[in-house]
C-alpha cells in the first residue's frame, strides 16, 4: 500500500470522482423542490399529494441504507456506488417519462431514485474511509460538503432556470442526461483508482442504539432534517405565493441560505480551533429557528436578510455534527455515520409530508411556522448534548 501525508494523482482522481458521483446524488434528491408548482399545475394535486414525491425518495434510504455497509464489504465501494448511480439514472429516466405520462410513474421514478442514493451516498462515504488515510479525509470529506451546497444551488437556479425558460419537462431530461454521463464518467475514472487503504467493514446501528448520546445527537439530526427536508421542499412554493416574489427571482432567494455552505470547511476548521462543538450546533438550530419563523414577518431586503441569517446559521452545523460519530463513537464511528444519515432520511421523510398535510389544511403561512418549531425541537434537544 502507498502511505503518503499529501495526495497523490490516483488519490486526486478518486477524490474527483467522489465529487461528482456526490453531485448527481445530491441533484437527484433536490431536482422536484424547484419543480413542485408546474408538477401540481399540470397533474392537478395537492400539497399533500406532491410531497410524496420527497418522502417516497428517502423512505426506501431509511431501509436500504442499512444493507449498504453489506454489499460495500461484500462487494467493494466502488462496484456499489456504480450499482447505486443505474439506479439513479433508471430512476431519473423514469421521473422524466412519468412527467410525459402521469403522477403514478413519477412517483415510482422517485422510489427508484431513493434506492440509488441509499447504496450510492454510503459507498462513496466508504470510499473516503477506505482509500484515505485517516490524515487525509479532510479534503474528500469537505468537497462532499461543498458538492451539498453546489448541488443546491444548481437545481434552484439550474433546473428552474431551464424549467423557467422553456418546459419543468425538459429539466427532467437534462437530470437523466448528466445521471447518464456522471456515471460513465465515474466508470472511467475508477480504473485510475489508488490501491484501498484499507477494507470496509460491516456494521449494524443497533450496536450505536446503546449509546445514549449517539442516540441523541441522531434525534436532534432527525430534527433538523425534518426543517430542512420541509424547506427546501416548500421555500419556492412560499416566496411565490406567500411574499409574491417573481418567478425569475424566486429560485435565487430559495437557494440563497446554501451560498454560504461553499464556507463549510472554513467553518469546520473554526469549531476544531474553538474546540467548543455544543456553542455551534446551540446557536445555529437557534438561528435556523429565529430566521425561520420571521420569514413571514419580512418583505424586499430585509425578507433577503433574514434568508441570509438562515444561511449563516446553516454553516456551522453540518461540519461541526459530522465529528462527534468519531468523538462519541470512536473506532465505531461507521455506525455513528450510519445513525446520522438514517436519523437524517426519517427526517427527510416526516417533514415535507407533515408541512404539506399542514398547507392543504390550515395554509402556507401556518406550514412554515410549523417548520419553525422543527428547528425549535432541533434547538431544544441540543440543549441535552453532552459534548465539548
Same mark, same amino acid.
Given at each position: 500500500m502507498k502511505h503518503m501525508s499529501a495526495l497523490t494523482n490516483e488519490k486526486k482522481v478518486l477524490v474527483l470522482a467522489i465529487t461528482l458521483m456526490d453531485l448527481l446524488v445530491y441533484l437527484s434528491m433536490f431536482s422536484i423542490p424547484p419543480l413542485i408548482g408546474d408538477i401540481i399545475k399540470q397533474f392537478s394535486?395537492?400539497?399533500?399529494?406532491v410531497s410524496s414525491l420527497m418522502y417516497l425518495m428517502f423512505l426506501p434510504q431509511i431501509i436500504f441504507s442499512i444493507y449498504a455497509s453489506k454489499l460495500i464489504a461484500k462487494y467493494n465501494a466502488v462496484k456499489v456506488t456504480l450499482f447505486g448511480a443505474s439506479l439513479l439514472t433508471i430512476g431519473n429516466l423514469t421521473v422524466a417519462l412519468g412527467a410525459n405520462i402521469n403522477f403514478l410513474l413519477l412517483q415510482v421514478g422517485r422510489l427508484i431514485v431513493g434506492i440509488g442514493v441509499s447504496f450510492a451516498f454510503i459507498a462513496t462515504l466508504s470510499l473516503v474511509s477506505t482509500y484515505f488515510r485517516p490524515?487525509?479525509?479532510?479534503?474528500?470529506?469537505?468537497?462532499?460538503?461543498?458538492?451539498y451546497a453546489l448541488?443546491?444551488?444548481?437545481?434552484?437556479?439550474?433546473?428552474?432556470?431551464?424549467?423557467?425558460?422553456?418546459?419543468?419537462?425538459?429539466?427532467?431530461?437534462?437530470?437523466?442526461?448528466?445521471?447518464?454521463? /456522471?456515471?460513465? %464518467?465515474?466508470?472511467? $475514472? @475508477? +480504473?485510475? #483508482?489508488?490501491?484501498?487503504?484499507?477494507?470496509?467493514?460491516?456494521?449494524?446501528?443497533?450496536?450505536?442504539?446503546?449509546?445514549?448520546?449517539?442516540?441523541l445527537v441522531t434525534i436532534l439530526w432527525l430534527f433538523f432534517n425534518m426543517g430542512v427536508g420541509?424547506?427546501?421542499?416548500?421555500?419556492?412554493?412560499?416566496?411565490?405565493?406567500?411574499?409574491?416574489? /417573481?418567478?425569475? %427571482?424566486?429560485?435565487? $432567494? @430559495? +437557494?440563497? #441560505?446554501?451560498?454560504?455552505?461553499?464556507?463549510?470547511?472554513?467553518?469546520g476548521a473554526l469549531s476544531d480551533r474553538v474546540n467548543r462543538r455544543k456553542i455551534f450546533i446551540t446557536w445555529s438550530t437557534l438561528?435556523?429557528?429565529?430566521?425561520?419563523?420571521?420569514?413571514?414577518?419580512?418583505?424586499?431586503?430585509?425578507l433577503v436578510l433574514?434568508?441570509?441569517?438562515?444561511?449563516?446559521?446553516?454553516?456551522?452545523?453540518?461540519?461541526?455534527?459530522?465529528?462527534?460519530?468519531?468523538?462519541i463513537m470512536k473506532e465505531d464511528a461507521d455506525i455513528g455515520y450510519g445513525?446520522?444519515?438514517?436519523?437524517?432520511?426519517?427526517?427527510?421523510?416526516?417533514?415535507?409530508?407533515?408541512?404539506?398535510?399542514?398547507?392543504?389544511?390550515?395554509g402556507l403561512v401556518d406550514g412554515f411556522f410549523a417548520i419553525a418549531l422543527f428547528y425549535f425541537l432541533t434547538f431544544i434537544v441540543s440543549l441535552f448534548i453532552k459534548v465539548r
Amino acid at each position: 500500500m502507498k502511505h503518503m501525508s499529501a495526495l497523490t494523482n490516483e488519490k486526486k482522481v478518486l477524490v474527483l470522482a467522489i465529487t461528482l458521483m456526490d453531485l448527481l446524488v445530491y441533484l437527484s434528491m433536490f431536482s422536484i423542490p424547484p419543480l413542485i408548482g408546474d408538477i401540481i399545475k399540470q397533474f392537478s394535486v395537492n400539497y399533500t399529494t406532491v410531497s410524496s414525491l420527497m418522502y417516497l425518495m428517502f423512505l426506501p434510504q431509511i431501509i436500504f441504507s442499512i444493507y449498504a455497509s453489506k454489499l460495500i464489504a461484500k462487494y467493494n465501494a466502488v462496484k456499489v456506488t456504480l450499482f447505486g448511480a443505474s439506479l439513479l439514472t433508471i430512476g431519473n429516466l423514469t421521473v422524466a417519462l412519468g412527467a410525459n405520462i402521469n403522477f403514478l410513474l413519477l412517483q415510482v421514478g422517485r422510489l427508484i431514485v431513493g434506492i440509488g442514493v441509499s447504496f450510492a451516498f454510503i459507498a462513496t462515504l466508504s470510499l473516503v474511509s477506505t482509500y484515505f488515510r485517516p490524515e487525509e479525509q479532510g479534503k474528500p470529506m469537505g468537497m462532499v460538503t461543498l458538492t451539498y451546497a453546489l448541488a443546491i444551488i444548481t437545481a434552484f437556479n439550474g433546473l428552474g432556470g431551464i424549467a423557467l425558460l422553456t418546459d419543468y419537462v425538459v429539466s427532467l431530461w437534462v437530470m437523466f442526461g448528466f445521471s447518464v454521463t /456522471a456515471t460513465a %464518467i465515474f466508470y472511467w $475514472l @475508477s +480504473s485510475m #483508482f489508488p490501491e484501498a487503504y484499507t477494507v470496509a467493514k460491516e456494521f449494524t446501528l443497533l450496536d450505536g442504539l446503546k449509546n445514549s448520546q449517539m442516540l441523541l445527537v441522531t434525534i436532534l439530526w432527525l430534527f433538523f432534517n425534518m426543517g430542512v427536508g420541509a424547506y427546501l421542499t416548500w421555500i419556492k412554493i412560499y416566496l411565490i405565493y406567500v411574499k409574491s416574489v /417573481a418567478l425569475t %427571482i424566486a429560485d435565487l $432567494l @430559495s +437557494s440563497l #441560505f446554501m451560498i454560504f455552505g461553499f464556507f463549510r470547511p472554513l467553518a469546520g476548521a473554526l469549531s476544531d480551533r474553538v474546540n467548543r462543538r455544543k456553542i455551534f450546533i446551540t446557536w445555529s438550530t437557534l438561528g435556523f429557528t429565529v430566521g425561520v419563523t420571521l420569514l413571514y414577518f419580512f418583505d424586499g431586503i430585509f425578507l433577503v436578510l433574514d434568508i441570509i441569517i438562515i444561511g449563516i446559521s446553516a454553516l456551522f452545523i453540518a461540519p461541526t455534527i459530522f465529528t462527534l460519530p468519531g468523538e462519541i463513537m470512536k473506532e465505531d464511528a461507521d455506525i455513528g455515520y450510519g445513525m446520522l444519515n438514517t436519523g437524517a432520511n426519517i427526517g427527510y421523510v416526516i417533514g415535507p409530508f407533515v408541512t404539506g398535510v399542514i398547507f392543504d389544511t390550515f395554509g402556507l403561512v401556518d406550514g412554515f411556522f410549523a417548520i419553525a418549531l422543527f428547528y425549535f425541537l432541533t434547538f431544544i434537544v441540543s440543549l441535552f448534548i453532552k459534548v465539548r
